[in-house]
């Protein structure tokens, strides 16, 4: 049995950036949990201990996320990340926060917004993401912090879309046939989420029909959401 994936485009479990509560709101005595996600567009750091980037969620507005880092992901007190010691520029930061990539931001929450005031002539402001960063090393987790996905969001949920719809179905992801049709199916051994009827459609599903990205795709999703 598999569990079967969320629905990428739910309002409450997946809200947009501008429907995230603000850190100064009081929180509910029981939340339910909740991921921001946006995919990676622009590296906007500026100084080498606060990676900022610039995310789109589904709806296509734009907001900051700017990662505290610990000592140890900052290479504080030995040798920086890269030469200039900019995180974001960094191999390992490319790596992780590379453009066309999703954060996840369990449990949202946006600082240092401001409402209009047109008497003052102040602009709203919609605030930015701070977070953690979820580099998976870290010991006793408890589901705080920013996480990144390998693909971007719009890719998620299609991908999501997919796997929902064929959800309980065992059919081949290479050539289609279900297991009426064909004997002796295998599950992918990566994300247990796909079906193969032999081991030439598993090769074709994995390099002409994109599992190769989907499989690295579920592999995350089911670690953080699952
Ligand atoms: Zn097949
Ligand atoms: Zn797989």
Known sequence: MTTPLPDFTSPTLFPIFTTCPLTEDPPPPHPDPYYLLGTITENMTLTPVTPT???????????????????????????????????????????????????????????GAREENAELGRKEKKGFIEGLWRDGSESGSDGEGIFVLPTGLMNLIEIGERRRKEEGKKSCQGCGKSEEEVEGMVRCKGCESVWYCGKACQVLGWSKKGHKCECKVLRAVKDIFL
């Open 53 to 111: 980037f610039i995310c789109k969620d589904r709806d296509g507005h734009a907001f900051a996320v700017t990662l505290k880092l610990t000592s140890r992901q900052s290479g504080e007190g030995s040798a920086p990340a890269s030469g200039d010691g900019n995180f974001y520029e960094s191999p390992r930061g490319r790596k992780a926060f590379g453009k066309g990539k999703c954060v996840v931001v369990p449990m949202a929450r946006r600082k």
